[in-house]
């Protein structure tokens, strides 16, 4: 590839800009589209951009000339996009194109070159810099993605407010969903002074054609492949429907055996290594993928990539592909016209429609697009009755219509025509106002009572959102008054009584200035908003009270906590993060199916029962503890009350039950959610290593920290595995497809020897569980039954508390490592103190190594 600055110098005047950029897009085999080519010359020439164009039209190539654009004027641009992955995706893209000096990357929890003069981040990143600094932020150019975000009632405000506040850059907005926005570009140049150009109503290169269906989804794709309108993405609006869909397509001859053959090379030394993996092999071996948000990174990755590659034919899955994600596809068929939004069942949006329709034909390769859309199931049967009837009009009289079932959200084909041909609905503004937001704000200094005032009045919203704003902001200032966080200065010509006489409110009495009393982080409301909360609470917790260390919690003395330390510390973390509703869900499923299990043996009566379970819930640790340290930590930092926490415990809870990743996603039956799994796990690693103070970091909380840190590595190293591409980028574009794998698990001794101690304490578990059969099942050459009958014969119980888990009770031989094993023996901490009982086992460290898991296997049970 040819780099592109070396055509487009710093410096150039707009028409080199332009021209160099033509030249460099025909040095990669690419001519601009006449939008494109409108829209190019109005970069360069400054002006602002709303291009609001089809997929597949090269917005994205319109976004790399806006950047040599801004490169080439000595400028520092800005690109978001909604989610993490297409910010990730579009800063490799980038880095490929300007060099990865160029090139930097802030999402929150990485930041990677952030002074570089190309930054992706996502559009809430750019907002806080725009509320701290305002227009004197170092933004001389924003592209925004996806941009019908600004319509979105939760995070919409995000992409208003760059807008508002930075009218020193020049904007592009960029989406295929934008309706009229014609309020947007006269308010846009109002702002900035520069002229507003709306590039819209294109032609897509590649033509749709619709169809309303009324045979079964089976049938329907089986015409579609016949007719050679593959690859078929396959929309549901459920993860179980995509994978539902999957297994039934799975029974039809999608590819035949020579495509067999080339998916097996492409794939043959991926490793399918969770359950789901083990199902997604079968398909994709079959030509059908899988695509969705709770996947796996890399079972997505080669899911995108076969697809690119031309060797999937069917790919069913969720409505995601509507956010950017590459995966070519000739024909959307949508299984429904409905879907769950979070509170209720409703119809789709004419934007929504289109936003997954222009998804379908690929420019380059497809002459046309298809969009099918499903009837209901109801009116496909119905459908078949009318066929298999035909002219006979005995039969006729005899069909019995089905109707749509009671509660039902119908479509029909008159609200798949008026979806067609609706233009996607006018952007609403979705502005709101949080303490964070007043407070970057305020540190911002100068003016804050006109900076306020401007962020309020001078919005897009209508007048009473506005006044609603006010009334907001009013009460937020009062209550960080209140709480010493911010503070009005009088001016030498007035006295502190009589500033103080009139009140919070009166934030523009004379020349009295408004200021935080407080030093901010950097990245205050960037990072965790409740990290401050949370290094608070550690504070709380004593260190002396290990896993293992120290006394046991009921005896320490001023100890606050469970008496495991380390875990506490890490239940802390876990309040602070956003929850993974399925995990929790299930685990609250699990608990109560226990606690009915448990309430049947002690004959509790059935409504007893009902009203008993509303009380189980999820595993909250510390909830009390943290719940009063949450209310002190807001009284004197009252912007905490915008981010609620919640006590929870994933990582916790797999630790506690030694259970592996594969393992724990089994537990609770996530099967089609271990990637939501691994993106917890991931984003509390990150959070404990960022949060934690060095002072803070006991050995057994840096075991811990180093456990999660491989397990998360070992479950899927896609993202490391990008930086190491990002170093020594791969010179075949159509090399394999199977990512390397992981380092081998024995590279990180502090990790590997929790992994070891975990196999050891599941055990014992297991063991003061009395069940012999799981005992067994580990490990079948050692007979755990009599070894428990004579154990229980001596005591009546086993440990399985803090002190019993302690690495004092664990010891690990190395000496016969040169052998390929390690010698490990675990003390049985028995209600006595004796710790006559052990477990000895053997670590194979090649199985171990080969399986990325510690491979322990129990040779004897015995006292001593």
């Known amino acids: 590839m040819t780099p592109l600055l070396e055509h487009v110098p710093v410096g150039a005047d707009p028409d080199a800009v332009y021209l160099g950029f033509v030249d460099w897009a025909g040095s990669r085999g690419l001519t601009l589209y006449p939008a494109q080519d409108e829209a190019v010359i109005e970069i360069v020439s400054g002006a602002n951009v709303i291009l609001s164009t089809p997929t597949g039209t090269g917005k994205s190539l319109v976004a790399v000339a806006a950047h040599a654009a801004s490169l080439s004027r000595g400028g520092r641009t800005y690109y978001t996009a909604p989610i993490k992955a297409l910010v990730s995706e579009k800063f490799f893209a980038l880095v490929d194109i300007f060099g990865a000096e160029n090139v930097g990357m802030v999402t929150g929890d990485s930041s990677v070159n952030a002074d570089a003069p190309i930054v992706c981040c996502t559009a809430e990143i750019l907002a806080n810099l725009a509320l701290r600094q305002g227009a004197d932020a170092d933004v001389d150019q924003v592209v925004m993605d996806e941009f019908h975000y600004y319509g979105e009632a939760d995070r919409g405000w995000a992409w208003q407010v760059p807008l508002l506040l930075l009218n020193r850059a020049q904007f592009i907005l960029m989406s295929a969903t934008l309706g009229d926005v014609t309020d947007i570009a006269d308010d846009l140049s109002r702002r900035t002074g520069r002229p507003t150009a709306r590039v819209t109503g294109v032609e897509r290169p590649v033509p749709l054609h619709f169809e309303y269906a009324r045979t079964p989804v089976h049938e329907t794709v089986q015409e579609l492949l016949d007719t050679k309108q593959a690859p078929i993405y396959v929309v549901h609006f459920s993860q179980a429907a995509a994978m539902e869909r999957a297994q039934a ?112 034909g690929r420019a380059g390769y497809d002459t046309a697009g298809t969009v099918v859309v499903m009837a209901p199931d109801h009116e496909i049967e119905n459908a078949a009755q009318i066929l298999k009837a035909g002219d006979d009009p005995k039969k006729q009289k005899k069909i019995v219509r089905k109707k749509a079932p009671q509660g039902f959200v119908n479509w029909t084909e008159q609200s798949y025509d008026r979806l067609v041909a609706a233009e996607p609905e006018p952007l609403q503004p979705q502005m709101k106002l949080s303490a964070a937001m007043l407070i970057n704000v305020i540190a911002r200094g100068g003016d804050v009572f006109g900076n306020v005032r401007s962020l309020v009045f001078d919005n897009h919203e209508p007048r009473p959102r506005q006044f609603d704003l006010a009334r907001r902001a009013l009460a937020i200032f009062r209550t960080l008054v209140q709480a010493g966080v911010v503070e009005v ?13 009139s009140g919070p409110e009166a934030t523009n009495v004379g020349d009295s200035r408004i200021r935080l009393t407080v030093d901010l982080q950097p990245n205050f409301a960037l990072n965790q908003p409740l990290s401050p909360f949370a290094l608070a609470a550690i504070e709380m917790l004593d260190p002396e009270v290990e896993l293992g260390r120290g006394p046991d919690a009921t005896a320490a003395a001023g100890s606050v906590g469970t008496g495991h330390y380390a875990l506490d510390v890490v239940s802390v973390i876990e309040a602070t993060l956003d929850d993974p509703r399925p995990i929790l869900s299930q685990q609250q499923f699990r608990a109560r199916g ?18 008993l379970l509303e009380e189980i819930t999820w595993p909250k640790p510390l909830d009390e503890l943290l719940a009063q340290a949450y209310e002190v930590f807001a009284s004197s930092q009252p912007w905490i009350r915008d981010f609620e926490l919640s006590p929870k415990s994933v990582v916790r809870d797999m630790f506690e039950r030694a259970c592996s990743f594969g393992e724990y996603v089994s537990l609770y039956q996530l099967a089609r959610s271990e990637g939501l799994v691994l993106r917890y796990l991931s984003d509390a690693y990150r959070a404990i290593r960022q949060t934690v103070p060095v002072d803070a970091q006991t050995p057994d909380l840096l075991d811990l920290i180093a456990w999660l840190g491989e397990l998360v590595r070992q479950v899927d190293s896609s993202l490391v595995d990008e930086w190491e591409q990002l170093i020594n980028p791969a010179d075949d574009p159509d090399g394999p497809v199977v990512p390397p794998a992981p380092p081998s698990i024995l590279t990180n001794r502090r990790a590997f020897v929790v992994l070891v101690r975990n196999e050891m304490f599941r055990r014992v578990q297991l063991a003061a569980l009395q069940k012999d059969d799981e005992l067994v099942e580990l490990d079948p050459d050692v007979d755990w039954p009599g070894a428990l009958d004579r154990y229980f014969d001596e005591h009546d119980a086993i440990g399985t508390g803090g002190a019993s888990r302690s690495s004092a009770l664990v010891d690990i031989d190395e000496s016969a490592a040169a052998e390929g094993v390690w010698r490990v023996e675990q003390t049985i901490d028995d209600p006595a103190g004796d710790h006559d009982w052990r477990i000895r086992a053997q670590v194979d460290l090649a199985a171990s190594e080969e399986e990325g898991t510690a491979i322990v296997r129990v040779t004897e049970v015995l006292r001593l």
Not at 297 to 305: G, M
Not at 489 to 501: D, G, L
């Open 489 to 501: 200065v009088p001016s030498p010509r007035e006295s502190p009584e009589s500033v103080a006489s």
């Open 594 to 611: 226990e606690a009915v299990a448990a309430m049947k043996r002690e004959g509790i009566e059935y409504d007893e029962r009902m009203e």
């Open 249 to 360: 397509l799975s029974s039809i001859r999608i590819i035949g055996r020579e495509q067999r053959d080339e998916i097996a090379e492409a794939i043959g030394g991926f490793r399918f290594t969770t359950g789901f993996g083990k199902t997604l092999s079968r398909y994709v071996r079959a030509g059908i993928g899988v695509h969705h948000a709770g996947m796996l990174p890399r079972y997505r990755r080669l899911v995108e990539t076969l697809a690119q590659r031309g060797l999937l034919r069917v790919i069913c899955g969720t409505d995601t592909l509507g956010v950017g994600i590459n995966v070519p596809i000739r024909t959307v068929l949508m299984t429904a016209l409905t879907k769950y939004d979070g509170t209720r069942m409703r119809q789709l949006s004419a934007r929504e429609f289109h936003q997954i329709a222009g998804r379908a």
